[in-house]
């Protein structure tokens, strides 16, 4: 978190060595709450990337590094039409769920970071559409 010890040079010597000032835990707050947003706003954006290669049908090698990433970011990938409350539900019709866009949870916050997307499909060719959609 590099922003809070930028934070604190910029109270200056004489506030952060007595330390009772006001403004020090109020620097703080804003240099972590400005972390979190930067966090947010590349999160969605990888998450728009890997949802790219999803659908366009990336290369193995390329999936396969950019699971490794999401990973080590602590996001989620979510295949499983399953967890409804994940996706928004986009057309079609049927009583079963095909996943057109994975859904990404930040699992450092727990939070949604990128909806998926279902297609209702029919339950007769559900199985394989699912298989087709899900990891």
């Avoid at 934070?7 to 060595?17: R, V």
């Avoid at 972390?35 to 790219?52: K, M, Y």
């Amino acid at each position: 978190m590099a922003a809070v010890p930028a934070a604190l040079a910029e109270l200056g010597e004489d506030q952060h060595a007595a330390g009772t000032s006001s403004a020090l835990p109020q620097a703080v707050r804003t240099a972590v709450i400005a972390e979190f947003r930067t966090r947010a706003q590349f999160v969605g954006r990888l998450c728009e990337i890997d949802a790219l290669l999803q659908t366009q049908g990336a290369s193995r090698a390329v999936v396969d590094a950019m699971t490794e990433h999401l990973d080590h970011l602590q996001l989620r990938r979510v295949t499983d039409p399953g967890s409804q409350e994940l996706f928004v539900v986009t057309e079609g019709q049927g009583e079963a769920f095909e996943v057109l866009r994975p859904a990404y949870v930040d699992e450092a916050t727990g939070k949604l970071a990128l909806a998926g997307q279902l297609r209702r499909v029919s339950a007769a060719g559900s199985k394989a559409d699912v298989a087709e959609g899900g990891q």
